[in-house]
């Protein structure tokens, strides 16, 4: 290589770090979140040798500690972009022949790894198995005197096979090539793949697992082939490397380096989901609680879904814009509000997040089960346990809750909150709580919990407000209530207009005029808490409506009203 070339090389490294760094921490910074958010790493000795003592267990136990830095995207994605690029130099420097053909064919096996993160559930160990294995191959290609690397390759497969797991096979296929010994080769391969099957007799899992490996995938059905696409390219890019051909008449480097990145970029974006960086945006700002940035968000990119909807209106309803502002947006019956299981795109730990806000607490604490029971490959969650310690505090249920801190207390980013819920809890004086939990206190029920009916939300929501009138959230939620459920009358009657210290909210104001206007009371003079231009509002909606106007038209000057949702949805 000359100097040229090192340069276009190492420019392409950098690019291909840039490039990571910045795709998945701004356009699918969520998706790197989320998988923080399918974990619970604890620093204990118990927790390494539960991972450790699985095969894949070494590999496995340190991509999930370096998924906990997942709790911010840039250093995430800062991570993921390291390993993707370490993985590209170890392929490189494992290629014997250095040439613009055999360059490019290093980086293949690293954006074929890329375009797996970009699923709903890669795990980080993929990669830290991949780089292991290679790192391990590299060392022992290095290693001088053949019988002594021979021996050390033997030895290192089943090692490895503990250690990284069914990526040891491609360790086997990489020495294989570069010993071009057909005996040693043929040896080394038939053990490794001994390695699967000699597990499978010892341990409970199917024989597929074991082969594909344990901890590259959350799913444990129907898992991306391209993992080990990636490892056959990466054989092939080193026997290639090894080849007397190799080297000869090649393209110039430019142009392979470039043909090779106009491919990538489609190729990425066709394994992202927009759609699912859509939605795991509003679940998890609604996790973090992070109210005003969701409406922000929505202002940008209106919520599509029942689950995104959902949380959008927990934030409305938090910022004091629920009854103002909620059918600025698409609104689709009640699941909107409150969803159920059989809601599509329902997020368990969002939804416990509206039940928890609302103050049916045990509620809450039921999604949240169902969030952890969720999680593919069955880990914990840092983000649940959060919030199942919280609703503990606030049931004055203190022993779960040292529960749920203790192991919140052995990880990185939620330690220093654990340990200070902890430290009150250990009050000589009793247990004590933070005002946030002793106020949430007297918003939940002051009995037992009562078994919420989703086909009767108003009997709950009116419950909690006759035990605690206070409740704005639940009062606001049973006023929407009402009105996504075309129910007038109980609207009407429940809503506190006279008691306002300001104007009444727009969509209320809009369900008491249309109860007004269909009771016939038109003739008589409106309250004073309806805005005239409301009414003249309502006047021409109800001109176009008798006249037949298009719902184009309709949807174009009404549909921010209540109105237009009650007769067209």
Same mark, same amino acid.
């Given at each position: 290589?000359?100097?040229?070339?090192? *340069?276009?090389?190492?420019?392409?490294?950098?690019?291909?770090?840039?490039?990571?760094?910045?795709?998945?921490? *701004?356009?699918?910074?969520?998706?790197?979140?989320?998988?923080?958010?399918?974990?619970? &790493?604890?620093?204990?000795?118990?927790?390494? =040798?539960?991972?450790?003592?699985?095969?894949?267990?070494?590999?496995?136990?340190?991509?999930?500690?370096?998924?906990?830095?997942?709790?911010?995207?840039?250093?995430?994605?800062?991570?993921?972009?390291?390993?993707?690029?370490?993985?590209?130099?170890?392929?490189?420097?494992?290629?014997? @022949? /250095?040439?613009? #053909?055999?360059?490019?064919?290093?980086?293949?096996?690293?954006? !074929?790894?890329?375009?797996?993160?970009?699923?709903?559930?890669?795990?980080?160990?993929?990669?830290?198995?991949?780089?292991?294995?290679?790192? =391990?191959?590299?060392?022992?290609?290095?290693?001088?005197?053949?019988?002594?690397?021979?021996?050390?390759? #033997?030895?290192?497969?089943?090692?490895?096979?503990?250690?990284?797991?069914?990526?040891?096979?491609?360790?086997?296929?990489?020495?294989?090539?570069?010993?071009?010994?057909?005996?040693?080769?043929?040896?080394?391969?038939?053990?490794?793949?001994?390695?699967?099957?000699?597990?499978?007799?010892?341990?409970?899992? %199917?024989?597929?697992?074991?082969?594909?490996?344990?901890?590259?995938?959350?799913?444990?059905?129907?898992?991306?082939?391209?993992?080990?696409?990636?490892?056959? *390219?990466?054989?092939?890019?080193?026997?290639?490397?090894?080849?007397?051909?190799?080297?000869?008449?090649?393209?110039?480097?430019?142009?392979?380096?470039?043909?090779?990145?106009?491919?990538?970029?489609?190729?990425?974006?066709?394994?992202?989901?927009?759609?699912?960086?859509?939605? !795991?945006?509003?679940?998890?700002?609604?996790?973090?609680?992070?109210?005003?940035?969701?409406?922000?968000?929505?202002? @940008? /990119?209106?919520? /599509?879904?029942?689950? +995104?909807?959902?949380?959008?209106?927990?934030?409305?309803?938090?910022?004091?814009?629920?009854?103002?502002?909620?059918?600025?947006?698409?609104?689709?019956? %009640?699941?909107?509000?409150?969803?159920?299981?059989?809601?599509?795109?329902?997020?368990?730990?969002?939804?416990?997040?509206?039940?928890?806000?609302?103050?049916?607490?045990?509620?809450?604490?039921?999604?949240?089960? +169902?969030?952890?029971?969720?999680?593919?490959?069955?880990?914990?969650?840092?983000?649940?346990?959060?919030?199942?310690?919280?609703?503990?505090?606030?049931?004055?249920?203190?022993?779960?809750?040292?529960?749920?801190?203790?192991?919140?207390?052995?990880?990185?980013?939620?330690?220093?909150?654990?340990?200070?819920? !902890?430290?009150? !809890?250990?009050?000589?004086?009793?247990?004590?709580?933070?005002?946030?939990?002793?106020?949430?206190?007297?918003?939940?029920?002051?009995?037992?919990?009562?078994?919420?009916?989703?086909?009767?939300?108003?009997?709950?929501?009116?419950?909690?407000?006759?035990?605690?009138?206070?409740? #704005?959230?639940?009062?606001?939620?049973?006023?929407?209530?009402?009105?996504?459920?075309?129910?007038?009358? =109980?609207?009407?009657?429940?809503?506190? &207009?006279?008691? &306002?210290?300001?104007?009444?909210?727009?969509?209320?104001?809009?369900?008491? #005029?249309?109860?007004?206007?269909?009771?016939?009371?038109?003739?008589?003079?409106?309250?004073?808490?309806?805005?005239? =231009?409301?009414?003249?509002?309502?006047?021409? &909606?109800?001109?176009?409506?008798?006249?037949?106007?298009?719902?184009?038209?309709?949807?174009?000057?009404?549909?921010?009203?209540?109105?237009?949702?009650?007769?067209?949805?």
């Amino acid at each position: 290589m000359n100097r040229l070339q090192r *340069v276009i090389d190492w420019s392409a490294s950098l690019l291909l770090f840039a490039s990571v760094t910045l795709y998945f921490s *701004v356009p699918y910074g969520f998706h790197t979140l989320n998988l923080e958010q399918l974990q619970l &790493f604890e620093g204990t000795l118990t927790y390494f =040798a539960e991972i450790v003592t699985r095969p894949g267990g070494f590999a496995d136990y340190l991509g999930r500690f370096l998924t906990q830095f997942f709790y911010q995207a840039w250093s995430g994605a800062f991570i993921l972009a390291g390993l993707l690029v370490l993985i590209r130099w170890l392929v490189w420097l494992l290629c014997s @022949r /250095k040439d613009a #053909l055999t360059g490019s064919l290093s980086f293949v096996p690293s954006i !074929l790894l890329g375009m797996v993160m970009c699923y709903r559930f890669p795990t980080v160990s993929l990669l830290t198995s991949f780089s292991l294995m290679l790192a =391990a191959a590299l060392a022992v290609s290095r290693m001088a005197g053949t019988k002594s690397r021979r021996i050390v390759a #033997l030895v290192l497969i089943p090692v490895l096979y503990l250690l990284l797991g069914s990526f040891s096979i491609v360790f086997a296929a990489i020495l294989a090539v570069k010993e071009r010994n057909k005996v040693f080769g043929g040896t080394i391969l038939v053990l490794a793949l001994l390695c699967p099957l000699v597990a499978w007799m010892i341990l409970p899992y %199917p024989l597929g697992r074991l082969f594909y490996g344990l901890n590259y995938y959350k799913v444990h059905i129907l898992m991306p082939v391209w993992p080990w696409i990636a490892a056959l *390219v990466t054989a092939a890019a080193i026997a290639f490397a090894e080849s007397r051909t190799a080297g000869r008449t090649v393209p110039a480097w430019p142009i392979t380096y470039g043909i090779l990145f106009v491919l990538a970029v489609p190729a990425v974006l066709l394994c992202s989901s927009r759609n699912d960086e859509q939605s !795991l945006k509003y679940n998890i700002l609604a996790g973090k609680r992070a109210w005003n940035r969701i409406v922000t968000e929505a202002t @940008r /990119k209106a919520p /599509k879904t029942y689950g +995104e909807t959902a949380c959008l209106n927990l934030a409305l309803c938090k910022t004091g814009h629920l009854g103002s502002h909620m059918f600025d947006f698409l609104q689709d019956g %009640p699941e909107t509000l409150l969803p159920n299981e059989n809601t599509p795109h329902h997020d368990g730990l969002s939804t416990a997040e509206i039940f928890y806000q609302l103050g049916m607490v045990n509620n809450a604490r039921r999604h949240c089960f +169902e969030a952890l029971n969720v999680i593919p490959d069955y880990q914990n969650s840092a983000a649940v346990f959060k919030l199942l310690a919280e609703i503990s505090l606030v049931n004055e249920n203190f022993e779960m809750a040292r529960k749920y801190l203790t192991s919140l207390s052995h990880t990185l980013f939620y330690r220093k909150w654990a340990k200070e819920q !902890l430290a009150l !809890l250990k009050d000589p004086a009793g247990p004590f709580v933070r005002n946030e939990y002793t106020e949430k206190r007297f918003e939940r029920y002051k009995g037992e919990d009562y078994i919420f009916d989703y086909n009767h939300a108003d009997v709950s929501l009116r419950q909690l407000l006759s035990e605690h009138p206070g409740n #704005l959230t639940a009062l606001n939620y049973l006023l929407a209530w009402y009105l996504l459920q075309k129910d007038l009358g =109980a609207f009407v009657a429940t809503c506190p &207009f006279e008691g &306002f210290t300001t104007a009444v909210p727009k969509a209320w104001q809009e369900g008491f #005029l249309l109860d007004w206007n269909q009771s016939r009371f038109s003739s008589e003079e409106l309250p004073d808490f309806i805005t005239p =231009a409301n009414a003249a509002h309502l006047e021409d &909606f109800s001109r176009d409506f008798n006249a037949n106007v298009p719902l184009a038209t309709m949807q174009q000057r009404y549909g921010d009203t209540y109105w237009f949702y009650y007769f067209f949805k």
